[in-house]
T-cell receptor, first 115, second 117 residues
Framework: EAGVAQSPRYKIIEKRQSVAFWCNPI?????LYWYQQILGQGPKLLIQ????????DSQLPKDRFSAERLKGVDSTLKIQPAKLEDSAVYLC?????????????FGEGSRLTVL | AQSVTQLGSHVSVSEGALVLLRCNYS??????LFWYVQYPNQGLQLLLK??????LVKGINGFEAEFKKSETSFHLTKPSAHMSDAAEYFC???????????????FGQGTILTVHP
């Protein structure tokens, strides 16, 4: 079974530039999450999708971050314009259904460095 | 809001020694609790989870954790450390059904485990 795929693995940009990250969850997983992991901290939830609908985006900085999951499968997270404090690893995770407490499957992450 | 506190950002043990990683949660209602492991440059992987009445939970790679309601704790243990256990470990919490954070994980700060030969 293929795992959660993310790209790119690494990205270096200058502040005020834009960047986009892509995630393809495990086939059949209805729930998709984007987490931000700043160095030395635990992952923090940015947004949660159930199929193509948003369940929770309360911690997403909406003035610069956006995310979509148009067909209920893969997802894109965009940052525009980037700030220095956005340097982090962006983790995508998926699960069968968030209403059944179970395992989240994580991708390897996309490491963003903002100069 | 749910939260977890991991005591000790770094833990160092000798190979073959007991591993004890501490996690305390804040909630008036027993939540669901999880331990995840992250190896360098990899995503997080579930070690074990507490979602039922069984307070002692066994996970992969010889790890186990005990839910103690009276102490609001969910400490992770392994009787004998192996070099391959070196990684970062995260405790996480989620509300049960009906709670505001149901279906979402809130992670602790993480504990880096170093294993010496």
């Amino acid at each position: 079974e293929a795992g959660v795929a993310q790209s790119p693995r690494y990205k270096i940009i200058e502040k005020r530039q834009s960047v986009a990250f892509w995630c393809n969850p495990i086939s059949g997983h209805a729930t998709l999450y984007w987490y931000q992991q700043i160095l030395g901290q635990g992952p923090k939830l940015l947004i949660q999708f159930q199929n193509n609908g948003v369940v929770d985006d309360s911690q997403l900085p909406k003035d610069r971050f956006s995310a979509e999951r148009l067909k209920g499968v893969d997802s894109t997270l965009k940052i525009q314009p980037a700030k220095l404090e956005d340097s982090a690893v962006y983790l995508c995770a998926s699960s069968l259904n968030f209403q059944v407490p179970g395992e989240l499957f994580f991708g390897e992450g996309s490491r963003l460095t903002v100069l | 809001a749910q939260s977890v506190t991991q005591l000790g950002s770094h833990v160092s043990v000798s190979e073959g020694a007991l591993v004890l990683l501490r996690c305390n949660y804040s909630s008036s209602v027993p939540p669901y609790l999880f331990w995840y492991v992250q190896y360098p440059n990899q995503g997080l992987q579930l070690l074990l989870k507490y979602t039922s009445a069984a307070t002692l939970v066994k996970g992969i790679n010889g790890f186990e954790a005990e839910f103690k309601k009276s102490e609001t704790s969910f400490h992770l243990t392994k009787p004998s450390a192996h070099m391959s256990d070196a990684a970062e470990y995260f405790c996480a919490v989620s509300d049960r059904a009906g709670g505001t954070s149901y279906g979402k994980l809130t992670f602790g700060q993480g504990t880096i485990l170093t294993v010496h030969p």
